[in-house]
Antibody, heavy 121, light 107 residues
Framework: EVQLVESGGGLVQPGGSLTLSCAASGFTFSIYPMTWVRQAPGKGLEWVSS?????????NYADSVKGRFTISRDNSKGTLALQMNSLRAEDTAVYYC?????????????WGQGTLVTVSS | DIQLTQSPSFLSASVGDRVTITCRAS??????LAWYQQKPGKAPKLLIY???TLQSGVPSRFSGGGSGTEFTLTISSLQPEDFATYYCQQVNSIPLAFGGGTKVEIK
């Protein structure tokens, strides 16, 4: 059974940093691209960032986080990370990690339960 | 960037009703569209990808259609467990984008 478990969320001041982690199990982590999607309170889904399979050499970011967030993966540990710097109030959201559906596609077939990031003074 | 517009944003319906949600893309995306269901406090669940292919385990009352710029998600006979928010997502190109969502509530 595929399992994705996010951690690392919490309260942080504007301008601060936080690193989210996602522990994956139940599938061959290294062969799947992975992604982060967020959802502000009461709002819709927003794609944040994706990383390719294998070495993770291809990384993509939403314009809203480009230059501030960095996605990475550690295949030996089966973990996905999102380093978030220069956080703003508008980054407040539940952050989900998700696994890409098999095949050359960008749909997400497995999601974690999410971790809440609150940016506030 | 490709934008997705979902309609309606809110839908009130009764058990047994047939409901249809529309998703329009700002430019053609072939069949590179996914549909998700999200219940309160839960992660989204992939229902359909590509535009008309049901994922494993999804009830057959759900169906997807369309290609290019206009897509539909239809629930043929609404069940109590279907009351949720539904999102479309274009997976044609980066940046990936979701529609604004359609909340389906009990009438």
């Amino acid at each position: 059974e595929v399992q994705l478990v996010e951690s690392g969320g919490g309260l942080v001041q504007p301008g601060g940093s936080l690193t989210l982690s996602c522990a994956a199990s139940g599938f061959t982590f290294s062969i799947y691209p992975m992604t982060w999607v967020r959802q502000a309170p009461g709002k819709g889904l927003e794609w944040v960032s994706s990383i390719s399979s294998g070495s993770g050499g291809t990384k993509n970011y939403a314009d809203s986080v480009k230059g501030r967030f960095t996605i990475s993966r550690d295949n030996s540990k089966g973990t996905l990370a999102l380093q978030m710097n220069s956080l703003r109030a508008e980054d407040t959201a539940v952050y989900y990690c998700a696994k890409y559906l098999a095949g050359a596609t960008r749909a997400f077939d497995s999601w974690g339960q999410g971790t809440l990031v609150t940016v506030s003074s | 960037d490709i934008q997705l517009t979902q309609s309606p944003s809110f839908l009130s319906a009764s058990v047994g009703d047939r409901v249809t949600i529309t998703c329009r893309a700002s430019q053609g995306i072939s069949s590179y569209l996914a549909w998700y269901q999200q219940k309160p406090g839960k992660a989204p669940k992939l229902l359909i990808y590509p535009a008309s292919t049901l994922q494993s385990g999804v009830p057959s009352r759900f169906s997807g259609g369309g290609s290019g710029t206009e897509f539909t998600l239809t629930i043929s006979s609404l069940q109590p467990e279907d009351f949720a928010t539904y999102y479309c997502q274009q997976v044609n190109s980066i940046p990936l984008a979701f529609g604004g969502g359609t909340k389906v509530e009990i009438k």
